[in-house]
Nanobody, 123 residues
């Protein structure tokens, strides 16, 4: 059974940093491209970032480029999202997901998704 378990969310002040993680199990993690997707209160899901299976190629939404960094450790079956210079508009539930392709940034490419971790940016 595919399991994706996010952790590391919380409350942070504007300008602060946070790293969220996603522990994967039940499938060959290193064989899949992975993404982070977020959903803010009252809004639809938004693609944030993707990484290819080897970790050598990364992609970002314009809204987070330069502030967020996606990475993965295939030996630990874990996906990360380092978030710096956080803004109130980054407040959302953050989900990790397996995707058919890291290059498109399309929500339709999501295969499996975790339960999410809440990130709140507020003073």
């Amino acid at each position: 059974e595919v399991q994706l378990v996010e952790s590391g969310g919380g409350l942070v002040q504007p300008g602060g940093s946070l790293r969220v993680s996603c522990a994967a199990s039940g499938f060959s993690f290193g064989s899949y491209d992975m993404s982070w997707v977020r959903q803010a209160p009252g809004k639809g899901p938004e693609w944030v970032s993707s990484i290819n299976r080897g970790g050598g190629r990364t992609y970002y939404a314009d809204s987070v480029r330069g502030r967020f960094t996606i990475s993965r450790d295939n030996a630990k079956d874990t996906l990360y999202l380092q978030m710096n210079n956080l803004k109130p508009e980054d407040t959302a539930v953050y989900y990790c997901a397996t995707v058919t392709s890291a290059t498109t940034g399309q929500l339709s490419d999501v295969i499996h998704r975790g339960q999410g971790t809440q990130v709140t940016v507020s003073s």
